[in-house]
T-cell receptor, first 114, second 114 residues
Framework: AQKVTQAQTEISVVEKEDVTLDCVYE???????LFWYKQPPSGELVFLIR??????QNEISGRYSWNFQKSTSSFNFTITASQVVDSAVYFC???????????FGTGTSLTVIP | ETGVTQSPTHLIKTRGQQVTLRCSSQ?????VSWYQQALGQGPQFIFQ???????GRGNFPPRFSGLQFPNYSSELNVNALELDDSALYLC?????????????FGPGTRLTVT
């Protein structure tokens, strides 16, 4: 069973629009960690955020914000006032106990049109 | 940049051959994980090394093997290459055994099997 689902395969927005990337996860563990990574065309995965299962506070970092809701098993990512440099593939990932492997979703390809 | 380096950048091999990919972890990191990312997919966990021991393995056959050295660098070896092994191979390092802690990824090695 897919542990992390990113239903949006591709999204295109016009520069300065807001965009939300959806992530739904599945786990039976009470302790787990969720992550978002950005993968630009160069291929290197860039860490954006980590959230643990005990902390449901939403987080904002500049134009980025994350909405973690355990009730719906979702960890959505919003980019406000999108820019061309935000164009990339974004991955949501889950890490469960025990072990340390990350389960990645299939990614959402975001294109910001100038 | 994360400080995680991988070599080579690109590699072309023939079916049936063997390949070794290398990874140098970020300074201070003692855990290395390897992932395979097929085109258009999310990374899939191959295995992880912690203090020179394999510490978790994904659903990959035994012809995928690895090593970690005392300086925490690592190798991924793939024997009897198959066409489906063509992918981007990503190495990630983390500070501890990695539970819940973000992994920092290298730029990857693009392997093409013909």
């Amino acid at each position: 069973a897919q542990k992390v689902t990113q239903a949006q395969t591709e999204i295109s927005v016009v520069e300065k629009e807001d965009v939300t990337l959806d992530c739904v996860y599945e786990t039976r563990d009470t302790t787990y960690y969720l992550f978002w990574y950005k993968q630009p065309p160069s291929g290197e995965l860039v860490f954006l955020i980590r959230r643990n299962s005990f902390d449901e506070q939403n987080e904002i970092s500049g134009r980025y914000s994350w909405n973690f809701q355990k009730s719906t098993s979702s960890f959505n990512f919003t980019i406000t006032a999108s820019q061309v440099v935000d164009s990339a593939v974004y991955f949501c990932a889950l890490s469960e106990a025990p072990g340390n492997q990350f389960y990645f979703g299939t990614g959402t390809s975001l294109t910001v049109i100038p | 940049e994360t400080g995680v380096t991988q070599s080579p950048t690109h590699l072309i091999k023939t079916r049936g051959q063997q390949v070794t990919l290398r990874c140098s972890s970020q300074s201070g990191h003692n855990t290395v994980s390897w992932y395979q990312q097929a085109l258009g997919q999310g990374p899939q966990f191959i295995f992880q090394y912690y203090r020179e021991e394999e510490n978790g393995r994904g659903n990959f056959p035994p012809r995928f093997s690895g090593l970690q050295f005392p300086n925490y660098s690592s190798e991924l070896n793939v024997n009897a290459l198959e066409l489906d092994d063509s992918a981007l191979y990503l190495c990630a390092s983390s500070t501890q055994q990695g539970r819940g802690y973000e992994q920092y990824f290298g730029p990857g090695t693009r392997l093409t099997v013909t």
